[in-house]
């Protein structure tokens, strides 16, 4: 796809997330999909689970998607993508799933990134808060945790890599990498040059199964600053890094009805997208919202709706030196205004959105 990318994400749709689809977690106590599993047992979970596959997107999901002009979409999969069975855990092929997603993108000339969301022991995320559960980051320290996630890219790559659809493939979603604090502390995270070994690894089983003219996208993990001379020679190609910029929970999050903390959040971005130019890759936003600070306790619906609109329209113009980006994310059942593309996006002009 030569065209810039102007997409959202698929998100709770093969890996069940509660903000984006609570009712299949009700009544369960679960926070997760593997909570879930656990508490409805592996076959209840997996015939929840085919309901909610052959019923949560569709085709006229596609359609609308393109309708409001946007031309792809960011589908996050698990490490399970091809079926698993275990001691405690079953978990059915999304191939299938995959496929039919695929048909659909290119029926609507859409490109699709491939996202490998999760892995076995866990990622962490770098956009989660210290205290959440989905801030654990045990992958690098289990067995076969390396092994599961580069054969499931390959597997993806071969099975999808010469699609006319494929946008690309993520090789993690956002992991937490460590960092040293002084000569003595390292926080909590994957090493980098876990990650860094890993990623080049990666890149040479995908390229195998991909032309080109794919994109190979990795995450900043919060810091493009930090990949400066990576993936550098003539034998990486169609590199990209991913940014996520959020500004609704995190340290730098100030309210965005006060032009000073507009303004601060929208030099964050650009300066972000900054850093990773400068660390020597094209840039995608792979995830963003319309969350914010709204300090004002007594604003009205209408008021708080106008200011993301405002918010909104203002994020994607910082979005100008990146190669594209994506929304998070196309539904929830709820209709979350910030977060549920259908809301906001749906009432922008596409002049804004182009």
């Known amino acids: 796809m030569t065209e810039r990318i102007r997409g959202v994400n698929l998100s709770g749709w093969f890996i069940p997330e509660p903000w984006v689809t609570p009712s299949l977690f009700a009544a369960t106590g679960a926070s997760n999909d593997s909570e879930l599993q656990s508490a409805l047992g592996a076959t209840t979970y997996n015939e929840r689970l085919r309901r909610h596959l052959e019923t949560f997107i569709s085709e006229d999901d596609f359609r609308r998607i393109t309708a409001i002009g946007l031309n792809a979409v960011r589908l996050p999969v698990p490490w399970y993508a091809f079926g698993s069975q275990g001691e405690s855990e079953v978990y059915i092929p999304l191939v299938d799933y995959i496929d039919r997603a695929f048909e659909w993108a290119e029926k609507y000339h ?4 491939l996202d490998l969301a999760t892995v076995p022991g866990g990622q962490g995320d770098s956009n989660a808060t210290p205290s959440t559960p989905e801030s654990t980051a045990a992958w690098h320290s289990s067995t076969n945790g390396r092994h599961i ?22 090789l993690l979603d956002s992991p937490i990498m460590s960092r ?8 909590e995270g994957i090493p980098s040059h876990y990650l860094r ?3 080049r690894d990666a890149y040479e089983l995908v390229r195998l199964h991909m032309a080109d003219d794919k994109l190979v996208v990795f995450s900043a993990s919060g810091d493009p600053a930090a990949w400066k001379h990576f993936m550098r020679g003539d034998k990486y190609e169609g590199v990209v890094m991913d940014v996520h910029l959020y500004h609704y929970r995190d340290e730098h999050a100030q309210d965005i009805t006060s032009p000073r903390g507009l303004s601060a959040a929208i030099a964050r971005n650009r300066k972000l997208i900054k850093e990773a130019r400068a660390a020597g890759f094209p840039v995608i936003v792979g995830e963003w919202s319309g969350a914010a600070v709204f300090a004002n306790a007594s604003m009205t619906p209408e008021g708080h709706a106008a200011y993301e609109r405002v918010f909104i329209s203002n994020e994607l113009a910082s979005f100008a030196d990146a190669r594209g ?8 059942e709820k209709r979350i205004p910030a977060w549920d593309a259908r809301v906001a996006l749906g009432t922008l002009e596409r002049a804004m959105i182009d």
């Open 149 to 170: 996630a580069l054969n499931v890219l390959e597997r993806l790559a071969a099975r999808y890599g010469m699609r006319e659809g494929l946008l690309g493939l993520e």
């Open 110 to 113: 859409m490109g699709v990134l």
């Open 325 to 332: 980006w994506f929304f998070q994310t196309w539904k929830t």
């Open 180 to 187: 040293r604090r002084g000569f003595f502390n390292v926080t």
């Open 197 to 199: 070994n890993f990623y």
